[in-house]
């Protein structure tokens, strides 16, 4: 099989991984850069041009398209998707994705566990958004956030008041949400490939911090599921309609708290906890797929 991964730079941990395990199992794996590639329409007959070149005989695509380039990563991905291309993650399942929002509305709907979350169109009842989520402390975040950056615990009242006041002010929007304080500053990755669970990590913070992201100086360790975490992130995936997952979600002591679901989880952090071969999962995936 030929498979294209949609990445910007070859040398990323998870691009490389990819195309390693794509070639231990025989097939022909390429890098395409998405944000280099030229969508072509015409009736009936889509066509991506890159490189001085059309693209042709492609039989998967995996789509590794960062937060900040969805639009035109997501449009080529619907472009592959027209030419009758097998992709892991649909354009329709990214765009979604990559909205926090609609996210967790999706996931409400679905009937996955979520920390408790208002929303409002800066609203000027503060006291009434603090009191919906139990009051203070709360976890603001910016819609546009990733990577932790954008997340902030305001731990009291007045705190709140004036973070939510500052941010409306800005016409920043932010999601306000409950603050789950028995997760301890830790989190769960749990990597879902085609509606089963093939890894799972547990993430916690650096001393002081509550936010679990590697990028902000968590340390990983694999991690047993309870089978109600494994049953919601397989959930998760599943409303959200994605192929290949990242599910996050925090151990409260209702259970599972999805925080958001992740369709670009990156492999380094997973494989090294767990010491498993996630590539090949995906390539597996493709495999029963084409
Ligand atoms: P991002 O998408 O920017 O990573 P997240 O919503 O995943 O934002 O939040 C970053 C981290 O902050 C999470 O991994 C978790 O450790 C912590 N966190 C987020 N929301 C809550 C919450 N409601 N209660 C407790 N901790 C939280």
């Keep these: 099989m030929k498979i294209a991964i949609l990445s910007r730079n070859p040398k990323l941990y998870s691009t490389r991984r990819l195309v390693e395990a794509g070639k231990a199992k025989g097939h022909d794996m390429i890098v395409v850069d998405h944000l280099k590639c030229t969508i072509e329409l015409e009736k009936r007959s889509p066509k991506i041009y890159y490189n001085g070149a059309y693209l042709e005989d492609i039989d998967a695509v995996i789509p590794r398209i960062g937060a900040s380039v969805t639009f035109y990563g997501t449009a080529v991905v619907r472009q592959f998707e027209m030419m009758k291309v097998f992709t892991v993650v649909e354009s329709q399942a990214l765009v979604r994705s990559r909205d926090k929002l609609r996210s967790l509305q999706i996931l409400a709907r679905a009937g996955v566990g979520l920390p408790k979350t208002v929303f409002t169109n800066y ?131 209702t259970g599972p708290l999805v925080l958001e679901v992740n369709s670009s989880p990156g492999l380094e952090g997973i494989e090294a906890a767990t010491n498993k071969d996630i590539a090949r999962e995906v390539i597996r995936y493709i495999e029963r797929n084409v």
Excluded: W
């Design 123 to 253: 609203a000027k009842d503060i006291d009434h958004v603090i009191d919906s989520v139990g009051g203070a402390p709360l976890v603001l975040k910016l819609l546009e956030g990733t990577q932790g950056l954008g997340v902030v615990l305001a731990e009291t009242h007045n705190a709140a008041t004036s973070v939510i006041e500052a941010f409306n002010g800005l016409k920043a929007r932010v999601i306000v949400q409950k603050f789950i304080k028995e997760s301890g500053g830790a989190d769960i990755r749990v990597f879902v490939v085609d509606g089963v669970v093939v890894g799972a990590m547990k993430r916690q913070g650096k001393e002081g911090e509550f936010r679990s992201n590697l990028h902000r100086g968590g340390s990983a360790s694999i991690i047993e599921l309870t089978d109600e975490e494994e049953t919601t992130a397989i959930k998760a995936a599943k409303a959200m309609s994605l192929g290949v997952a990242g599910v996050d979600m925090l151990q409260s002591s």
